[in-house]
């Protein structure tokens, strides 16, 4: 399963070469090095923007003095965000090893590699010992991992007492078919699609308390409609970067997705729980 989610990410249009592209083209001739907030409108790859991690944020209690971790962090993009707004130290873990070093080399180019660090690793087997963190969060990621519950009791564990949880993920509704199910796994690696009920049993089983469940669904409907559009607008530079092929691919799998959202066979929820 690994394989299929590092696959699916080395070939995604969201990469480390387009964020420094796009911040280049809005820069233009500035002089000096980038900051963080240059690249908060390109490096976000979850639904949401910014907003979506301030939620995540407030939710799990993050502030100044906070030890936090980012579960499969991608290319660092949430972590820059919570270490310059938060003023608090990041730790992201990430299984790819190019989203990894591309999410170390961000940071440092934006000055943030004393606030942010990145430590590629596996979610199911998280390289941190026992309490060593205050707040988790996560966006969108657990899709990929079928083993789940264990990803959440590794999540438990690194956390202090009264350690605060905060994820979003994508939910599988009634009306998802198998043969979607299975495009799903085939075109984006998403594995064992969780329900609202599902996630908050998990947390659950994994030991948690206070756990908290919230639909989003209607939130990142609009979100994704956008996505698909800009991706589309983008079709000149993605197919300098990445081809003809790969343009028309993840177009189709875009709208793919986007209709499984218009037609209520998939959601959102965001999650919340204490050790």
Not at 132 to 148: G, N, P, T, W, Y
């Amino acid at each position: 399963m690994s394989d299929r989610v590092i696959d699916f990410y080395d070939r995604h249009p969201i990469s480390e070469e387009q964020v420094l592209r796009a911040v280049g083209r809005r820069r233009g001739s500035r002089v000096g090095s980038p900051t963080a907030e240059d690249l908060f409108d390109f490096d976000q790859d979850h639904y949401g923007g910014l907003g979506a991690v301030e939620a995540l944020a407030r939710r799990a209690g993050i502030g100044a003095a906070s030890r936090v971790l980012d579960v499969c962090a991608g290319l660092g993009g949430p972590a820059r965000f919570l270490a310059s707004h938060r003023r608090c130290r990041v730790v992201g873990v990430e299984l790819n090893q190019r989203r990894a070093e591309g999410a170390a080399r961000l940071s440092r180019l934006v000055g943030l590699a004393g606030r942010v660090r990145i430590v590629r690793g596996d979610a199911t087997a998280l390289p941190f010992g026992t309490a060593m963190f205050d707040a988790c969060v996560s966006q969108e990621a657990l899709l990929h991992i079928d083993r789940k519950l264990l990803v959440l009791e590794e999540c438990r564990r690194v956390l202090v007492p009264g350690g605060r949880l905060a994820f979003t993920d994508w939910l599988a509704r009634p009306r998802l078919g198998d043969r979607e199910r299975e495009q799903l796994w085939r075109w984006m690696a998403a594995t064992t699609l969780q329900t609202l009920e599902g996630y908050r049993a998990l947390l659950g089983r994994a030991g948690f308390g206070a756990v908290g469940a919230e639909d989003v669904s209607d939130e990142w409907r609009p979100i994704l409609r956008e996505r698909l559009r800009m991706f589309r607008a983008m079709r000149a530079d993605t197919v300098a970067r990445l081809g003809e092929t790969r343009f028309e691919e993840y177009d189709r799998l875009y709208a793919f997705f986007v209709g499984l959202i218009e037609a209520g066979k998939l959601g959102g929820g965001r999650f919340t729980a204490t050790r």
